[in-house]
């Protein structure tokens, strides 16, 4: 089954968090689900810090640590080893703002092993004159790797920018066989 993404306005009543870390090849990584699903996955930062972004975005009110939750955690391992190029989970991108919530579910159309230059995401939502405001939007991405804004490269096929960083980029383009120029 493919990605599937819950957008539109935050709620309006609080809603409470599981967050985790969890080890991976790009280094820990910080993870927070919603009721309705996987909220925010950061290759950076503190549990703190994801929970203070999601604020932003959300009404949040309990916020409770756990050891991994299944089988979000098992997929994400999958991924890394190479046996899984998909993810079967829903992710929730509910309270971002409408331009960034168009870059990331078109975005999300984008395979494994797939990539497209900032302008040619842009024009796919209809603001062809906007590449920059795109990689604004992808820099802002609450949900690295699962919502792929690594795929995403200069014109001519070259690197670019990464919130993650560059080495985690060349890597992740690295394990979906992306050739860079």
Known sequence: MPLRLITGPGPQHPIDLLTCLHPSPLGVLAL????HGLAALALQGSLEQVVAQLRKRLPVGLVRAVEQPEPDCDQLDAYFLGT???????????????????????LCRLGHGESCA??????????????????????????????????????????????GGLDRKRLLLALEGTALR
């Open 118 to 163: 900032y302008k040619d995401l842009a024009t796919r939502i209809g603001s062809p004159g906007a590449p920059r405001a795109v990689g604004n939007a992808l820099g802002n991405n609450p949900v690295a790797v699962v919502v792929p804004c690594h795929r995403v490269l200069q014109q001519g096929g070259r690197l670019g920018g990464y919130t």
């Open 84 to 106: 899984r190029k998909d993810f079967d989970l829903t992710v929730d991108l509910r309270g971002l703002p409408p331009f960034q919530e168009r870059v990331l579910v078109e």
């Open 32 to 35: 927070a689900w919603t009721d």
